[in-house]
Nanobody, 111 residues
């Protein structure tokens, strides 16, 4: 079974940037779609971004124009680059592949 490990979270001021990573083990990401979701305290888990097996990205409305997602199949890793971060981006970010979730990584944006 595939296992997913997110990293790259942290604290940043509004307007700053972070790059998260989701590394898969126990299976390949090549040719597969991998998605990112986030969950803020007291809220539901929301879709953030997806990169298809054909490298076609899709984004949630709240992050369009600020986030980009890419993949490196040789490293079995997907990277969301998050720019111009806002306080509302504060959440735990999760990757999702093959119906499995990673453990999440915390992103905190302060004003």
């Amino acid at each position: 079974q595939v296992q997913l490990v997110e990293s790259g979270g942290g604290s940043v001021q509004a307007g700053g940037s972070l790059r998260l990573s989701c590394k898969a083990s126990g299976g390949t990401i090549s040719g597969k779609s991998l998605a990112w979701f986030r969950q803020a305290p007291g809220k539901e888990r929301d879709f953030v971004a997806l990169i298809s097996g054909y490298d076609i990205p899709a984004y949630g409305d709240s992050v369009k124009g600020r986030f980009t997602v890419s993949r490196d199949n040789s490293k079995n890793t997907v990277y969301p680059q998050m720019n111009n971060l806002e306080r509302d981006d504060t959440a735990v970010y999760y990757c999702f592949l093959d119906e499995r979730w990673g453990q999440g990584t915390q992103v905190t944006v302060s004003s």
